[in-house]
């Protein structure tokens, strides 16, 4: 089984489907293997679940609904704060189960397990806070109330580039608001959902209140949880291409959706930019995660007149990232996910110098492995090339050339996408004017990292729908009852 996974509780390693309560091998039998991006060694072998057996988890879901919508606000909050401290105390070996699934660096992989766990505190804090109206009203000796309802059950799928986050961001809330859930986690990283099931269990989540279904047959797993009529709210984070495909599909029972769905995140920089805080955003921006994030910058665009400055700083800066295994010291870039995932972005890099950019640092297969990349800056690029379109989903910066604020705008929105923004500058009225022009659902202005449990984490246009976290993000899991109280005789 596990090779070189040393964790201080071995039981938070579970490879089998979490469904009622109970731990679940595949009806087949069969399993898959999940590997570490780094080495290509087999971290364990998981349940391959077929699409009735994840009809049967919606079944479970929906059984243990009237219990958990029943219970207390306060209950539901107090299982939920316990879990956020369990996770929080295991946070070095759930760090190490998601370091090896993944990839990331270790340091990266613990400051993932906190920023998830804070969405497990915040939304056992909001449980407490669902409140209704009473409405002024529009006849005498009636009264109008709304109440908020919990939708149902959700269905959730989440995806491999943050294996922990990505799932309490949205079970966190659906919990809190009295759902219950069927997780589908990534094929290529299960174990970091598994482990929180086996601590949402010590918590005392009850039986059939949260369902992790493992497998590869998407497209059943997918019909299953698209399709179900007992599913009422479906929630991914992906791919746009992806996301419009399952909210096709949910078309048909009327679910509510809320998508997380791709970026294409300019980065600007105005030639009254603090250049030292900007070059050091945009490092954090573009290679978090080795460039795996949705909210990554994927355009830095420089005003002509600091471009050449801005660009040998960032040169000079990433060709001294150190790229390696997790858990290699001193490491800040990992591997991408998969061999296909490298080989894409070579493929992307070439495009764009054939296009005309010039390659300045970086992009070649690194000797770390197959699946480490470089990390790369590539100038003179483009909005015509292939590269300014694309999510690049990679360690590689592109840099555009813009002179002047309202070019930089028009390029920054000339995109189907509009998830996160950036920029730098250190003029006011220019900031108050650019964020209210940028097509975008965040942005930062003088940030290069906006993610926190505390904001609304979403996009507009072809990025998605709803928000996570925040005040807002609970509302995804509810539904407005309007009660209107008549006289009665
Ligand atoms: C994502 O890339 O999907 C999420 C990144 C974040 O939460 O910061």
């Not at 009735?52 to 306060?74: D, F, M, N, S, T």
């Amino acid at each position: 089984m596990p090779l070189n996974l040393k964790l201080e509780d071995p039981t938070l390693l579970a490879s089998d489907a979490f469904i009622g309560g109970g731990w679940h091998q595949a009806a087949s039998g069969g399993r898959f293997p999940v590997s570490n991006p780094a080495t290509g060694a087999i971290v364990a072998e998981v349940a391959d679940l077929s699409g009735e057996e994840v009809r049967q988890a919606i079944a479970a879901a929906a059984q243990a609904l009237p219990a958990w919508r029943g219970r207390l606000a306060k209950e539901r909050s107090a299982i939920l704060r316990t879990w956020h401290d369990l996770i929080v105390a295991n946070a070095d070996d759930l760090a190490r189960i998601l370091a090896a699934e993944q990839g990331k660096p270790f340091g990266e992989a613990l400051k993932e397990i906190a920023y998830g766990a804070t969405f497990i505190e915040w939304f056992a804090e909001e449980a407490k806070r669902i409140y209704g109206d009473v409405v002024p009203t529009h006849m005498p000796g009636r009264q109008i109330l709304t109440v908020k309802e919990p939708v149902g059950v959700v269905a959730a799928i989440t995806p491999w580039n943050f294996p922990n986050a990505m799932i309490t961001r949205k079970v966190a809330p659906a919990l809190a608001a009295g759902c219950t859930v069927v997780l589908k986690p990534s094929e290529e990283t299960p174990l970091s959902a598994l482990a929180l099931a086996v601590l949402a269990v010590r918590a005392g989540v009850p039986a059939g209140v949260l369902n992790v279904v493992t497998g590869t047959h998407a497209a059943a797993i997918g019909a299953q949880l698209t399709g179900s009529p007992l599913v009422r709210k479906f929630t991914f984070t992906g791919s746009t291409r992806v996301g419009k495909l399952l909210l096709a599909q949910c078309a048909s029972t009327v679910k509510k959706t809320s998508l997380e769905l791709g970026g294409n995140a300019p980065l600007i920089v105005f030639d009254d930019a603090n250049l030292d805080l900007a070059i050091e955003a945009a490092l954090a921006s573009k290679f978090r995660n080795a460039g795996q994030t949705c909210v990554c910058s994927n355009r830095i665009l420089v005003q002509d007149t600091i471009y050449d400055e801005f660009a040998d700083c960032l040169v000079r800066r990433v060709a001294q990232l150190q790229v390696g295994a997790a858990h290699d010291a001193g490491v800040e870039v990992g591997p991408l996910i998969n061999r296909q995932a490298a080989q894409r972005v070579l493929r992307l890099i070439a495009g764009a110098i054939e296009e005309g950019a010039s390659l300045a640092v970086g992009g070649t297969l690194h000797p770390a492995g197959a699946n480490f990349i470089t990390p790369a800056v590539l100038l003179d690029v483009d909005m015509g090339m292939e590269i300014s379109r694309e999510e690049i989903f990679g360690p590689v910066a592109t840099l555009f050339r813009f002179r002047s604020e309202e070019e930089a705008i028009a390029m920054a929105n000339a995109t189907e996408y509009g998830l996160a923004a950036y920029f730098f500058t250190r003029n006011l009225a220019r900031s108050m004017r650019v964020s209210a022009a940028l097509e975008y659902g965040m942005v930062g202005i003088n940030e290069g990292i906006i993610s926190t449990e505390i904001a609304p984490f979403g996009g507009i246009k072809e990025s998605g729908l709803g928000r996570e976290g925040s005040k807002y993000g609970i509302e995804d899991y509810l539904e407005i009852k309007y009660i209107l109280v008549g006289p009665g005789e």
